[in-house]
């Protein structure tokens, strides 16, 4: 069985500060990780995805994210956020398996202030 | 050229209606699914086709019936549509065992 959680529902940051989100996952099996980012009244976008290549991942936008297996922990950053950031950040996780679905946090809204 | 398309984009409509949405890939996938948005933005997965078999069928009242006409394609019809059924509805494809890619959604308000 497979889960993730994403701490912190809300994140503020001012703009050019640290970003981070946070996601820990619960899998039987290797898992295959993702983040996705929903802008509002639009559909999911990929930013990133751990597929047990390189721990540390980079995606789009200035994001990346590390796998940490001991943590079980697949973090969200990014150095210097942005106002076009502000958005629903959901983290994903999949087996890969013959069922082929991915598993979802619940998202976090990012809010960049001025 | 949209790669996940959606029709339609909104859909408003009576308790008690039958309704269809309807999703379409160029991207040439094997694999399509429908995931539910709820208020409160969760996301989860309803049905899963490869090459227009049923894959996946996670626990979904069975007046949702998807039907795959080609792996193309990739519809939803709801029958006797109730209050607990508004949400977005989104059409997602990809490679088999591959990365998904989604659409816009589909927002259905069931009055």
């Known amino acids: 069985a497979q889960s993730v959680t994403q701490l912190g529902s809300h994140v503020s940051v001012s703009e050019g500060a640290l970003v981070l989100l946070r996601c820990n996952y619960s899998?039987?099996?290797?898992?295959?990780l993702f983040w996705y980012v929903q802008y509002p009244n639009q559909g999911l976008q990929l930013l990133l995805k751990?597929?047990?290549?390189?721990?540390l991942v980079k995606g789009i936008n200035g994001f990346e994210a590390e796998f940490k297996k001991s943590e079980t922990s697949f973090h969200l950053t990014k150095p210097s956020a942005h106002m076009s950031d502000a958005a629903e950040y959901f983290c994903a996780v999949s087996a890969f398996s013959n069922t082929d679905k991915l598993i979802f946090g619940t998202g976090t809204r990012l809010q960049v202030f001025p | 050229d949209t790669a996940v398309s959606q029709t339609p984009k909104y859909l408003v409509t009576q308790m008690g209606n039958d309704k269809s949405i309807k999703c379409e890939q160029n991207l040439g996938h094997d694999t399509m699914y429908w995931y539910k948005q709820d208020s409160k933005k969760f996301l989860k997965i309803m049905f899963s086709y490869n090459n227009k078999e049923l894959i996946i069928n996670e626990t979904v009242p069975n007046r949702f019936s998807p039907k795959s006409p080609d792996k193309a394609h990739l519809n939803l019809h709801i029958n006797s549509l109730e209050l607990g059924d508004s949400a977005v509805y989104f059409c997602a494809s990809s490679p088999r065992l591959e990365t998904q890619y989604f659409g816009p959604g589909t927002r259905l308000l069931v009055l």
């Open positions: 751990y597929t047990s290549a390189a721990t």
């Open positions: 899998s039987s099996v290797p898992p295959y």
